[in-house]
């Protein structure tokens, strides 16, 4: 499943010092405190399942506004940003007053993170429809690989049936990372599966922790097959009564999908487990047979963005180091260096894990969609509906008829959607660090 991610919610939480903690998958900056109280450990957000990155060492946050020590051997992993403009608390480097600093620090902070909670779950999301209605369109004989097509077909869905057409479903994408945050707190509250990992990590540990994940995903898989079905499904054809049967050929007066309120989701996902509310078709998939894919996807995109994140951050962390130690850093690139790393290597994680891991996607969603009586709409047209009608018997089956009636390029169906989502949300890093760095050179 994705983050959509989303894969999520990271970038809300950035405090205004610098960043010295060298995390497994610190997918996102820690929240800003005034006090200078020992965080424990750093909890963190994880986006739309399973997309889940947040897996982390468990640190523990030095004081606010203390720096971590550093040795010669260590290098930047104890103090990768200069410490020149980053200090909130104090006098702030570089010119800039403290209290000046500070405040614009935590507004900096906030407004980046709403910049990229913004990207993720609102901008992104016409790419996250047209995508999953590609990857569930087994009929489609354009397979839109190239962005040029995508915005082709987004602006006759939008011309046929307005704008709500590409943000259906948005509302029931954050009901399912509700469900998913609850879930894993409410798992590691009564068991003694690690919400994060210690520093001092060993396999047992990390076997446990990703057992929390898998467990967090199988409470969070229904809810989202409802919230994968509001993205699909077509406004238009949802809403005819007396629609046709599109097993046997009957007509049939019940609503398909008349109600798509917020709540939609849950109700859906409920009925999903006790197997009443919409009827299904006897070609709907039983929760067990999606039990393995829905938990492979999960923990593989979990840990492949996890492993980025951190490959990202040594990186850019050490690059930074070394350009303080030549006193070639300026302030207002010190207090970039705060924010921006952590930005990009989750954007990078972010990618990474998606374009790895979409073939399975497209599986994944063929077998949580199938059953469920779902028109879709026309994606080689850009007008019309069509039924979901497919008969796979599991995974391995949905993989070899793909790979047989589809070719090796059918796994990849909507993935120019993928690309226009991330030139996005780059773009929108880029506008975010201009604005930033514009501000922070008037300040100083």
């Not at 004081?63 to 290098?75: D, K, R």
């Not at 209605?133 to 915005?151: D, E, G, K, M, S």
């Not at 996890?306 to 207002?332: D, F, G």
């Not at 790393?341 to 399975?360: K, Q, R, T």
């Amino acid at each position: 499943m994705h983050p959509r991610r989303p894969d999520g919610f990271d970038g809300l939480g950035y405090r205004s010092g610098a960043r010295d903690e060298q995390g497994f998958g610190d997918a996102f900056p820690a929240r800003s405190f005034s006090s200078a109280s020992d965080l424990s450990h750093w909890v963190t957000t994880p986006p739309d399942i399973p997309g889940s990155r947040n897996l982390h060492w468990g640190e523990k946050s030095p004081p606010y506004g203390v720096p971590a020590p550093s040795t010669p051997l260590e290098g930047p992993a104890e103090e990768p940003f200069p410490r020149g403009g980053g200090g909130g608390g104090g006098g702030g480097g570089g010119g800039v007053p403290g209290q000046s600093s500070e405040q614009l620090n935590r507004f900096a902070g906030f407004g980046i993170g709403l910049a990229s909670l913004f990207t993720e779950n609102v901008l992104a999301h016409p790419c996250i429809v047209l995508r999953r209605q590609c990857q569930v369109n087994y009929h489609a004989r354009h397979y839109h690989l190239t962005p040029f097509t995508v915005i082709n077909i987004m602006y006759s869905f939008n011309k046929t049936q307005g704008p709500r057409a590409l943000w259906k479903g948005m509302g029931s994408t954050f009901i399912v990372q509700g469900v998913t945050l609850g879930a894993e707190g409410i798992i590691s509250e009564f068991t003694p599966l690690p919400r994060e990992i210690s520093h001092k990590w060993n396999p047992k540990q990390i076997g446990e922790h990703l057992l929390l994940k898998s467990l967090t995903y199988i409470v969070a898989m229904p809810f989202y097959s409802a919230s994968l079905i509001e993205t699909v499904q077509d406004l238009f054809g949802c809403c005819i009564k007396n629609k046709l049967d599109w097993e046997g050929g009957q007509r049939q007066s019940e609503i398909i999908r008349d109600n798509t309120g917020i709540l939609e989701c849950i109700k859906e996902g409920i009925g999903r487990v006790i197997g009443l509310g919409v009827p299904h078709s006897k070609r709907l998939l039983p929760l067990l047979s999606l039990i393995f894919p829905t938990v492979l996807h999960g923990v593989l995109h979990y840990i492949i963005s996890s492993v980025i994140q951190k490959i990202v951050l040594l990186i850019l962390k050490r690059k930074t180091y070394n350009s303080h130690l030549a006193e070639s850093t300026s302030p207002v690139q010190s207090m970039l260096d705060a924010y921006f790393p952590e930005l990009i290597a989750n954007f990078a994680a972010s990618l990474c894990s998606d374009v790895i891991l979409y073939p399975l996607e497209t599986v994944l969603h063929r077998l949580h969609i199938q059953g469920t009586r779902t028109i879709i709409d026309n994606t080689d047209l850009g007008y019309e509906v069509l039924p979901i009608n497919t008969q796979y018997e599991g995974m391995r089956d949905c993989i070899n008829t793909i790979r047989q009636e589809e070719g090796m390029l059918g796994f990849y169906k909507g993935f120019g959607a993928v690309v226009i989502q991330y030139t996005l949300h780059a773009a929108v890093l880029q506008i975010t660090k201009i604005i930033y760095s514009t501000l922070l050179q008037n300040s100083v």
